[in-house]
């Protein structure tokens, strides 16, 4: 078990959020946690693309969120520029279509204080279905699946810094490939049952059985070594977003 030193200086929260074209999930987002910041603060950064073209500065702003466009594209460039801009004792990165539950603040300090290193959360879809519910229902396990973005990664900033974090050329399946750093550097984690809601609009894009199957293969040929910038092209080819 690693030794995570005294809690008390573990207290400050930076919750780091990448974005994309996303004007119209990033005001939803910063209202939900205002409202969370109320009772718990925590900073929140908004890392822009620089391919961004909805001009989302003065809406964060509004919203007493910072802005910062990250000088690299990619999710994986724009969260790593914005760790690198944190001093606080813990990390989240939270993607703009992800609502976490209202109390995921005080989780992750009772995670991290129960001397785990990071973790995850298990999430649900904001459409009903049973295929979505089957699909949500395994984010609670520790298994194949684990590591996606949408599972709200928080870590202690110091193991991230140790790891390196977030590799900025990765442009493809960067959370997985992190996952696979942090579990080799043999730190702990833990995923919290305590669903975040996450949009379904993959599924409402394209067919559920497609967006299944195209998830799965990335997934499989990312772990038997194929490189991702060529599953990236794989993807974007065959899902419409």
């Known amino acids: 078990m690693v030794n995570i030193g005294d809690v008390s200086s573990m207290k400050r929260v930076a919750v780091i959020i990448p974005t994309k074209n996303e004007a119209l999930k990033i005001e939803a ?15 929140i950064l908004v890392m822009d693309s620089p391919a961004s ?18 000088k690299q594209e990619g999710r994986a460039a724009q969260m790593h520029a ?17 609502l976490p539950n209202t109390h995921f603040i005080q989780e992750i300090r009772s995670c991290l204080e129960a001397e785990y290193d990071f973790g995850y959360f298990s999430y649900r879809f ?36 140790e790891s ?49 199957m195209l998830n799965l293969y990335v997934l499989l040929a990312f772990k038997m070594g194929r490189d991702p910038r060529v599953l990236r092209e794989i993807y974007q080819r065959n899902l419409s977003d």
Request: charged share 30%.
């Open 164 to 212: 390196g974090g977030f590799n900025p050329d990765q442009s493809f399946m960067e959370d997985y490939i992190f996952h696979k750093t942090l579990k080799k550097a043999g730190f702990n984690y833990k995923i919290i049952d305590k669903p975040s809601r996450v949009s379904a609009r993959k599924y409402v894009s394209n067919p559920y059985w497609k967006v299944n």
């Open 53 to 70: 073209e909805d001009n989302i500065q003065s809406k964060v702003l509004a919203l007493k969120a910072e802005y910062h466009q990250s």
């Open 82 to 98: 914005g760790a690198q801009l944190c001093e606080e004792e813990i990390l989240c990165f939270l993607h703009a279509d992800v």
């Open 126 to 161: 904001d459409k009903d279905s049973l295929m979505l519910r089957m699909n949500a229902w395994f984010t609670k396990f520790d298994g194949f699946y684990t590591g996606g973005g949408d599972q709200i990664l928080f870590i202690l900033n110091e193991r991230y810094k």
């Open 29 to 43: 987002l910063l209202r939900h946690l205002n409202n969370i910041r109320a009772k718990d603060d925590f900073r």
